[in-house]
């Protein structure tokens, strides 16, 4: 039975107690829809972008937007890594909204075929590798580790998925997302696409932080701002079966949630910026509304004019301007109508 080795220092309790007020502070937080659907677009830019550039794709951000705006009529390999993980991505943002899944081998084999489809042999795609390999290290070309055999690849990821799955709502999501995430890439189980379909595995754990702007999140981006310091957390060196007994996951983890934090802080950063646009953007009496709502519960339109300091015409029109970006709604009839915070 797999049973990490990991210790919650305070340099990782600390992170973790940053990312759940960070997540609340998101989540507190509502901008037009319009705004999130664009924002959306760009994290997923983002995170294809950076995910597969780990893994070598040369392609810059400005060529992967292009890309997926519009596909090439002659696709190259680059490309398609790019269009494969983007199709992954929505794939999984949608099955998210629609409501939770537990990880299973199938969902991890679906992905790695999503992202090596094209790019390998039909009987490699969705399949564990049939074949021993070697990690490499990237600017000297020398092996520094030796993955576990092909016999014990099936049960390994089966043994780790069942320890995911019996430690949900036991342990933080945030330390099993990251010690799936490391042993996985130590096991290596796939011929090609183990960085890609593990990254996008861990971002289906991550979601169990209960961000609501989950779409918006790129932590893949983190890892590419530095590939050797990533490569060097995630890794190991000499062969698994001499090792596995010292591997320490703690290290991994402190870097692991550090990377969680400077992406949530990115996100934190950019949504006002994304909102600002003649058609998105709120003016300081929008934004009197609702911190009202949002503190009460509800406003009606004669507090509204305490409020806002608002004629009743122009009420009117910011009562409406809000429920077309599909921030509020109305509620009740006649005299008695007032307005709260719509749900996402």
Known sequence: MFEPKYTITNSLLESIKRVNVLVHELNDRRFPHVVLLEFEKVARAVSTYASTSIEGNPLPLTEVKKILKSKPQHVRDSEKEILNYNRALQDLNRELE?????????????????????????????????????????????????????????????????????????????ILAGIFHKQMVLIHPFLDGNGRTTRLVTKVLLAQMNLNTFNLFSFENYYNKNVTRYFQSVGEFGNYYEITDQIDFTTWLEYFTGGIIDELLRVQKLLPEVGISPDTQLQEHHIKILDYIRVNGF????????????????????????????LIERKGKGRAIYYILKEK
Do not use: H, W, Y
């Open 98 to 174: 629609e409501g939770g899944f537990r990880i299973s081998l199938e969902l991890v084999l679906k992905i790695q075929k999503q992202v090596t489809e094209g790019l390998l042999p039909t009987t490699d795609l969705g399949r564990l590798r049939q074949k021993p390999v070697v990690v490499n290290d990237p600017k000297t070309g020398q092996v520094v580790f030796l993955p576990p055999d092909v016999p014990d690849v099936g049960p390994m990821v089966e043994d780790l998925i069942t320890f995911i799955n019996k430690n949900r709502g036991k342990i933080d999501p945030l």
């Open 299 to 326: 406003i009606t339109n004669r507090v509204c004019a305490k409020v806002s300091d608002r004629a009743k015409a122009t009420r009117t029109l910011d009562f409406q301007r809000l429920m077309r970006l599909g």
